[in-house]
């Protein structure tokens, strides 16, 4: 919100503040003041007169002025307002003075002619432009003819003002009105608060009625004013809500706002002689389209909270008033109307027809304070005998004020307790009294009388708030907790996920993170653990791309290598861990690699990413989580596998279970991603991998017996996973075989077509003695004979 | 014995000559094989008389010691000499580029998250987590922000249903540690996570971020508690001279609020443009839990009270190493994950 500082003025005396300090000391008690601006600008602006005004030689709209801008000393000024006139006060711009934005008036000559200074429309001080009337835009502003030569301008006219931009947190929203920050104020500077007197009228029988047949509206006044007439406001009354950021229109419209700005109470305004029957009824269940003062169409639907008049709309309660009941120019009678209305309602109401206004948040922030209704409509029927001419004041009408005094108490005790300090009671005491909260103190227990502007304490720990902001946070010592022992170890699923990452972090890969929401067109690709229809969609996105929960990071990692070879980084090699998200929230590791794993290029070494990089990174991550090679298997994807290609990717499987996959994705997939060259990926179910029970680590003798070491190679179908034909070996041997090393796999000459040749070394050991020539000779011929069975494999010949 | 005394100077001069190790050889098998000039002079010692054999055999046995230690002596000389000059032979360039393994790195998020865990284990806090895909009840109505409340327009909001949304801070989780713990402390718990608003992306916004919530409940825990605690946090991320500063602020969850900031640890305080030039960085949201939600959390706020905390991870990471777009964490771009392979 902006705050004038020449209006709160009126509330609470800051006369003798500088503003800077003022905005310091009440950002320390939690009205954060943002920034801070002089409502006009310019330094060297002076009330001056035109002695006389001739055209330009050289220009058809260009004046040549002699302006005395103080007693005797006459300057020229070429001005090119179309209004400017001889016998004029105006609003001088002296040499050196700073108009903001870089723009300084110096002496000058135009077209030829002597220019020392500037004439000044209203708008070229710096108000913000939309506040202002056209007149001010478009000419010179013309002062008054008893404006005294050569003082102040800014002064003057009333617009030296600095305002506070304050940003309130939403339980100070009461200080949206004048009257709540001139409380704050004044407890700051110990200072009383002045509220302005209401002059109290003749009151006359109102004819009007009031109905309310909802929960939703816990008060509704209204008061009949007659005889009011429309013309400007005073320019007090102008300036200061100019400085407000509100537009001055008439006296009518003005007093509602100023009444609102000073009290935070919207006030809307009925013409009472356009309605026929004078009942105003608030409910809802409307639902019609209804054109309201804006002369806009909307549609009413039946949750919106409506003042009924005549059967149809009077106002959209709190958000905008209807265009039958509007008053105008011609309105001589008015029915001035302040309640409360729900908040939430309102706010539903007003977001969806995009009306929400600085009057609205009132209500949906709760704001209000409507204990003091009363005294908003009097002070607005004063207004309008001062200002509008009003004639006749009729009672206010209105539901029942149900308000009940709120007490709250807290001990003395408890604030330190809370606060771990040590305030004494007269302290406290102080504080209360300088927020002008009224209370009893009994031992060190405060019954603390709420005001009714203050809606935002209901308990002790508020009051506690009170104190320990007023006081001081700065005041707070700095201690540690002193209480039981816990402990602070992580769960063996999130240590093991941090090991995850270190080992991958280790094996060269880099740790990437992307968006959980993406686009409906990708969420099914590579999704392995999730149902594919199942699908956790927002209502309302920001966009089609982001609009559901990812059930596969695979997707996410292959935009991320797209975006890298976009911006020349061909190598990628990443990894992500994430949540991924269908009815069942699924923690998966994804990696993916494109490009060079490994390269020293004088030395030779080209790794590129291939299936078997992958393959390690994921092998080397399960040997370092004890998953042993026995608990899973490698089994080829499906041949019309689409995210895969079908020849070099494979499920990892636990039983019937896919914890897993690797592979190289499949070229519809690099199309789509719009990658080039070979893209390999893995995805790994880390919420089964990471809880399963694995053997804790048990030291095994180093063998005291020698191994032997026979190489074989072995002749079978092409086909055949070599894996298999290993395990084979490794039975049939009686685990005699340690280690079966692959080192050569040959398809070609010398081999049958449809064949390959696999050479193994295979390492006998036996840890209880040393092996026997006739042991060993017995072995072979047993592994032989196996894989001769099992895979028609022979030994090559 | 003077052919001795000429085969020993003869020998000597000659084993002084040689440079390698087979000529060496050579002049062992001639002057002490068994076909060698000294054997030769030993034969013409059976004419001699006994005294004249006992001298010659002295003499001879004292040139022979002298013409073996002088080729042991060469034949070292030489050895060194040859494995100097294999040695030089081995020269490489040691400046070439190594075959240094590929080198990885830990996102910044991860490694501010790491840190911060690391810093409140120590501490004797748990690490907690939830769901991303929360319920309003969790999200909303158990932080006490029922229906219409006028914060949650502070919080624009990913709903799935009416009743389920992405979680727009990491504080549901106080409600799921604290409905676990059945209305018994002590409890002293982060949860760090992934955050949802309905935010456009710009430079200074993510419609994802991370959080890390902090939350202790006992019955004696302070505001000065708060204070302590959150001064070491400050020291720990940012270095030993950091102070902070509480202001009041409104949170639904707490009550009192607070915001903290942080002496600027770029300028020291002085004033920078990190700090707009007041000395102060604005860091997180803070504060005593509102009794409320102790209550519709199971637990007796007459008799427990504690203190909750909100950092951003971003925040602290953009801070920390100095990254002026919040984008930047999540466009995954090499050259920006790269800078991370170090220790931080």
Same mark, same amino acid.
């Given at each position: 919100?902006?705050?004038?500082?020449?209006?709160?003025?009126?509330?609470?005396?800051?006369?003798?503040?500088?503003?800077?300090?003022?905005?310091?000391?009440?950002?320390?008690?939690?009205?954060?003041?943002?920034?801070?601006?002089?409502?006009?600008?310019?330094?060297?602006?002076?009330?001056?007169?035109?002695?006389?005004?001739?055209?330009?030689?050289?220009?058809?709209?260009?004046?040549?002025?002699?302006?005395?801008?103080?007693?005797?000393?006459?300057?020229?000024?070429?001005?090119?307002?179309?209004?400017?006139?001889?016998?004029?006060?105006?609003?001088?711009?002296?040499?050196?003075?700073?108009?903001?934005?870089?723009?300084?008036?110096?002496?000058?000559?135009?077209?030829?002619?002597?220019?020392?200074?500037?004439?000044?429309?209203?708008?070229?001080?710096?108000?913000?432009?939309?506040?202002?009337?056209?007149?001010?835009?478009?000419?010179?502003?013309?002062?008054?003819?008893?404006?005294?030569?050569?003082?102040?301008?800014?002064?003057?006219?009333?617009?030296?003002?600095?305002?506070?931009?304050?940003?309130?947190?939403?339980?100070?929203?009461?200080?949206?009105?004048?009257?709540?920050?001139?409380?704050?104020?004044?407890?700051?500077?110990?200072?009383?608060?002045?509220?302005?007197?209401?002059?109290?009228?003749?009151?006359?029988?109102?004819?009007?009625?009031?109905?309310?047949?909802?929960?939703?509206?816990?008060?509704?006044?209204?008061?009949?004013?007659?005889?009011?007439?429309?013309?400007?406001?005073?320019?007090?009354?102008?300036?200061?809500?100019?400085?407000?950021?509100?537009?001055?229109?008439?006296?009518?419209?003005?007093?509602?706002?100023?009444?609102?700005?000073?009290?935070?109470?919207?006030?809307?305004?009925?013409?009472?002689?356009?309605?026929?029957?004078?009942?105003?009824?608030?409910?809802?269940?409307?639902?019609?389209?209804?054109?309201?003062?804006?002369?806009?169409?909307?549609?009413?639907?039946?949750?919106?909270?409506?003042?009924?008049?005549?059967?149809?709309?009077?106002?959209?309660?709190?958000?905008?008033?209807?265009?039958?009941?509007?008053?105008?120019?011609?309105?001589?009678?008015?029915?001035?109307?302040?309640?409360?209305?729900?908040?939430?309602?309102?706010?539903?109401?007003?977001?969806?027809?995009?009306?929400?206004?600085?009057?609205?948040?009132?209500?949906?922030?709760?704001?209000?304070?409507?204990?003091?209704?009363?005294?908003?409509?009097?002070?607005?029927?004063?207004?309008?005998?001062?200002?509008?001419?009003?004639?006749?004041?009729?009672?206010?009408?209105?539901?029942?004020?149900?308000?009940?005094?709120?007490?709250?108490?807290?001990?003395?005790?408890?604030?330190?307790?809370?606060?771990?300090?040590?305030?004494?009671?007269?302290?406290?005491?102080?504080?209360?009294?300088?927020?002008?909260?009224?209370?009893?103190?009994?031992?060190?227990?405060?019954?603390?009388?709420?005001?009714?502007?203050?809606?935002?304490?209901?308990?002790?720990?508020?009051?506690?708030?009170?104190?320990?902001?007023?006081?001081?946070?700065?005041?707070?010592?700095?201690?540690?907790?002193?209480?039981?022992?816990?402990?602070?170890?992580?769960?063996?699923?999130?240590?093991?996920?941090?090991?995850?990452?270190?080992?991958?972090?280790?094996?060269?890969?880099?740790?990437?993170?992307?968006?959980?929401?993406?686009?409906?067109?990708?969420?099914?690709?590579?999704?392995?653990?999730?149902?594919?229809?199942?699908?956790?969609?927002?209502?309302?996105?920001?966009?089609?791309?982001?609009?559901?929960?990812?059930?596969?990071?695979?997707?996410?990692?292959?935009?991320?290598?797209?975006?890298?070879?976009?911006?020349?980084?061909?190598?990628?090699?990443?990894?992500?861990?994430?949540?991924?998200?269908?009815?069942?929230?699924?923690?998966?590791?994804?990696?993916?690699?494109?490009?060079?794993?490994?390269?020293?290029?004088?030395?030779?070494?080209?790794?590129?990413?291939?299936?078997?990089?992958?393959?390690?990174?994921?092998?080397?991550?399960?040997?370092?989580?004890?998953?042993?090679?026995?608990?899973?298997?490698?089994?080829?994807?499906?041949?019309?596998?689409?995210?895969?290609?079908?020849?070099?990717?494979?499920?990892?499987?636990?039983?019937?279970?896919?914890?897993?996959?690797?592979?190289?994705?499949?070229?519809?997939?690099?199309?789509?991603?719009?990658?080039?060259?070979?893209?390999?990926?893995?995805?790994?179910?880390?919420?089964?991998?990471?809880?399963?029970?694995?053997?804790?680590?048990?030291?095994?003798?180093?063998?005291?017996?020698?191994?032997?070491?026979?190489?074989?190679?072995?002749?079978?179908?092409?086909?055949?996973?070599?894996?298999?034909?290993?395990?084979?070996?490794?039975?049939?041997?009686?685990?005699?075989?340690?280690?079966?090393?692959?080192?050569?796999?040959?398809?070609?000459?010398?081999?049958?077509?449809?064949?390959?040749?696999?050479?193994?070394?295979?390492?006998?050991?036996?840890?209880?003695?040393?092996?026997?020539?006739?042991?060993?000779?017995?072995?072979?011929?047993?592994?032989?004979?196996?894989?001769?069975?099992?895979?028609?494999?022979?030994?090559?010949? | 014995?003077?052919?001795?005394?000429?085969? /020993?100077? %003869? &020998? +000597?001069?000659?084993? =002084?000559?040689?440079?390698? #190790?087979? $000529?060496?050889?050579?002049?062992?098998?001639?002057?002490?094989?068994?076909?060698?000039?000294?054997?030769?002079?030993?034969?013409?010692?059976?004419?001699?008389?006994?005294?004249?054999?006992?001298?010659?055999?002295?003499?001879?046995?004292?040139?022979?010691?002298?013409?073996?230690?002088?080729?042991?002596? /060469?034949? %070292? &000389? +030489?050895?060194?000499? =040859?494995?100097?000059?294999? #040695?030089? $032979?081995?020269?490489?360039?040691?400046?070439?580029?190594?075959?240094?393994?590929?080198?990885?790195?830990?996102?910044?998020?991860?490694?501010?998250?790491?840190?911060?865990?690391?810093?409140?284990?120590?501490?004797?806090?748990?690490?907690?987590?939830?769901?991303?895909?929360?319920?309003?009840?969790?999200?909303?109505?158990?932080?006490?922000?029922?229906?219409?409340?006028?914060?949650?327009?502070?919080?624009?909001?990913?709903?799935?249903?009416?009743?389920?949304?992405?979680?727009?801070?990491?504080?549901?989780?106080?409600?799921?540690?604290?409905?676990?713990?059945?209305?018994?402390?002590?409890?002293?718990?982060?949860?760090?996570?992934?955050?949802?608003?309905?935010?456009?992306?710009?430079?200074?916004?993510?419609?994802?971020?991370?959080?890390?919530?902090?939350?202790?409940?006992?019955?004696?825990?302070?505001?000065?508690?708060?204070?302590?605690?959150?001064?070491?946090?400050?020291?720990?991320?940012?270095?030993?001279?950091?102070?902070?500063?509480?202001?009041?602020?409104?949170?639904?969850?707490?009550?009192?609020?607070?915001?903290?900031?942080?002496?600027?640890?770029?300028?020291?305080?002085?004033?920078?443009?990190?700090?707009?030039?007041?000395?102060?960085?604005?860091?997180?949201?803070?504060?005593?839990?509102?009794?409320?939600?102790?209550?519709?959390?199971?637990?007796?706020?007459?008799?427990?009270?504690?203190?909750?905390?909100?950092?951003?991870?971003?925040?602290?990471?953009?801070?920390?190493?100095?990254?002026?777009?919040?984008?930047?964490?999540?466009?995954?771009?090499?050259?920006?994950?790269?800078?991370?392979?170090?220790?931080?």
């Amino acid at each position: 919100m902006e705050a004038s500082l020449k209006l709160l003025n009126e509330y609470v005396d800051i006369q003798d503040q500088d503003a800077a300090t003022l905005a310091d000391a009440i950002t320390r008690v939690g009205l954060e003041v943002e920034g801070m601006h002089d409502l006009a600008r310019g330094d060297k602006l002076v009330v001056g007169y035109v002695k006389e005004c001739i055209l330009h030689p050289d220009s058809d709209h260009l004046n040549i002025c002699q302006v005395e801008v103080e007693e005797g000393v006459i300057i020229q000024i070429v001005c090119g307002a179309p209004n400017v006139a001889a016998g004029q006060k105006v609003i001088v711009a002296l040499p050196g003075c700073n108009l903001g934005e870089g723009f300084k008036i110096k002496e000058s000559k135009v077209r030829g002619v002597e220019s020392n200074g500037m004439i000044c429309s209203i708008a070229e001080l710096g108000l913000d432009a939309r506040l202002l009337k056209e007149e001010d835009k478009a000419g010179i502003h013309v002062l008054d003819e008893n404006a005294p030569i050569g003082v102040e301008a800014l002064e003057y006219i009333g617009l030296k003002d600095t305002i506070l931009e304050i940003g309130l947190t939403p339980n100070r929203s009461d200080c949206m009105a004048m009257t709540s920050l001139a409380y704050e104020v004044a407890a700051v500077l110990n200072r009383k608060v002045k509220l302005p007197e209401i002059k109290k009228y003749d009151e006359l029988k109102s004819d009007i009625q009031v109905h309310v047949e909802t929960e939703l509206c816990p008060f509704f006044g209204a008061k009949l004013v007659k005889g009011v007439k429309t013309y400007e406001s005073p320019k007090w009354l102008q300036n200061a809500l100019l400085a407000s950021g509100v537009k001055p229109i008439n006296n009518i419209v003005d007093i509602s706002n100023y009444v609102m700005i000073e009290t935070g109470q919207p006030i809307h305004m009925y013409d009472y002689d356009k309605l026929k029957d004078k009942t105003f009824t608030i409910k809802t269940g409307f639902h019609q389209k209804e054109v309201l003062l804006d002369e806009k169409e909307y549609e009413i639907l039946p949750e919106d909270l409506i003042v009924s008049t005549d059967n149809g709309i009077g106002c959209i309660a709190g958000v905008m008033g209807g265009n039958d009941t509007k008053i105008d120019e011609n309105t001589v009678n008015i029915v001035v109307e302040a309640a409360t209305f729900d908040g939430a309602t309102l706010r539903a109401t007003a977001r969806r027809l995009n009306l929400l206004t600085d009057a609205s948040q009132h209500f949906i922030k709760s704001a209000l304070n409507t204990a003091n209704s009363f005294h908003v409509l009097d002070r607005c029927a004063d207004l309008l005998v001062q200002l509008a001419d009003a004639k006749e004041i009729y009672e206010t009408v209105s539901t029942e004020l149900n308000i009940e005094e709120k007490v709250v108490s807290v001990t003395q005790e408890k604030i330190n307790g809370l606060l771990g300090m040590n305030i004494a009671v007269e302290d406290i005491a102080d504080i209360f009294d300088r927020l002008s909260f009224t209370y009893t103190l009994t031992d060190t227990t405060f019954n603390v009388v709420v005001p009714t502007y203050r809606n935002d304490i209901t308990m002790a720990a508020d009051l506690v708030e009170e104190v320990a902001r007023m006081y001081g946070y700065d005041n707070i010592p700095s201690t540690l907790p002193y209480m039981e022992m816990t402990k602070g170890i992580l769960t063996p699923k999130q240590a093991n996920e941090r090991f995850v990452r270190d080992v991958l972090v280790d094996l060269g890969l880099h740790e990437t993170l992307t968006y959980t929401l993406t686009s409906p067109t990708l969420v099914n690709d590579f999704n392995l653990f999730h149902p594919m229809d199942e699908e956790v969609k927002l209502m309302s996105p920001l966009g089609e791309e982001r609009s559901v929960t990812r059930k596969s990071v695979i997707p996410s990692l292959l935009q991320v290598i797209n975006y890298n070879q976009a911006h020349a980084n061909k190598d990628v090699c990443i990894f992500e861990i994430s949540n991924t998200y269908a009815k069942d929230e699924i923690t998966t590791l994804a990696i993916a690699c494109h490009g060079t794993y490994h390269s020293v290029p004088w030395l030779g070494i080209h790794q590129k990413v291939d299936f078997y990089v992958i393959k390690g990174l994921v092998e080397t991550l399960f040997k370092k989580l004890c998953i042993e090679e026995s608990r899973y298997s490698l089994v080829k994807v499906e041949s019309d596998n689409k995210d895969f290609h079908p020849g070099r990717s494979g499920y990892i499987k636990m039983g019937k279970d896919i914890v897993g996959v690797i592979g190289q994705i499949h070229p519809l997939k690099a199309k789509k991603y719009d990658l080039k060259g070979e893209t390999y990926v893995a995805e790994l179910n880390l919420s089964v991998l990471l809880n399963m029970r694995t053997k804790a680590l048990k030291f095994a003798p180093i063998p005291q017996y020698p191994a032997v070491t026979r190489d074989i190679a072995l002749v079978m179908d092409k086909d055949i996973p070599t894996h298999d034909v290993i395990s084979t070996i490794q039975k049939s041997s009686k685990r005699l075989v340690t280690q079966a090393l692959i080192f050569d796999v040959y398809e070609g000459e010398h081999i049958e077509a449809g064949k390959k040749s696999v050479a193994i070394a295979l390492t006998l050991q036996d840890a209880t003695k040393t092996l026997d020539d006739a042991t060993i000779q017995e072995t072979m011929t047993r592994i032989l004979e196996s894989v001769e069975k099992e895979y028609n494999a022979h030994l090559r010949s | 014995m003077d052919e001795l005394l000429k085969i /020993k100077d %003869e &020998a +000597l001069s000659q084993i =002084e000559e040689v440079s390698t #190790l087979k $000529e060496l050889n050579d002049l062992r098998v001639f002057y002490l094989g068994k076909k060698g000039l000294m054997q030769a002079a030993m034969k013409s010692m059976k004419d001699m008389s006994k005294d004249e054999r006992a001298s010659f055999g002295q003499v001879s046995n004292k040139v022979k010691q002298e013409i073996t230690q002088s080729i042991e002596e /060469k034949k %070292e &000389a +030489l050895e060194e000499a =040859e494995m100097n000059a294999q #040695l030089l $032979e081995e020269d490489i360039d040691i400046t070439l580029p190594s075959n240094a393994l590929p080198l990885g790195s830990l996102h910044p998020l991860s490694v501010v998250k790491n840190d911060l865990e690391e810093l409140f284990l120590g501490m004797g806090y748990q690490v907690a987590e939830g769901p991303e895909v929360e319920s309003d009840h969790f999200n909303f109505e158990l932080m006490n922000l029922p229906q219409g409340h006028p914060a949650r327009d502070m919080q624009d909001t990913f709903y799935i249903d009416e009743k389920t949304l992405m979680r727009t801070h990491t504080s549901p989780v106080q409600a799921h540690t604290l409905l676990a713990a059945k209305g018994k402390g002590p409890i002293k718990v982060i949860c760090p996570g992934k955050t949802y608003r309905r935010d456009d992306d710009d430079a200074t916004h993510s419609h994802q971020f991370m959080q890390c919530e902090g939350l202790v409940v006992d019955k004696n825990v302070t505001m000065a508690d708060l204070k302590g605690t959150l001064e070491v946090f400050a020291k720990k991320m940012f270095g030993e001279k950091r102070k902070i500063r509480l202001r009041p602020s409104y949170f639904p969850f707490t009550e009192p609020s607070v915001e903290v900031d942080i002496s600027c640890h770029n300028c020291e305080g002085k004033g920078c443009p990190m700090c707009k030039h007041t000395g102060w960085i604005e860091i997180l949201g803070a504060g005593m839990v509102n009794p409320r939600v102790l209550e519709m959390c199971g637990f007796d706020s007459t008799v427990y009270q504690g203190f909750a905390f909100g950092i951003g991870l971003e925040r602290v990471a953009m801070l920390k190493y100095g990254i002026d777009n919040i984008r930047e964490f999540y466009n995954d771009d090499l050259r920006f994950l790269n800078q991370f392979t170090r220790k931080g």
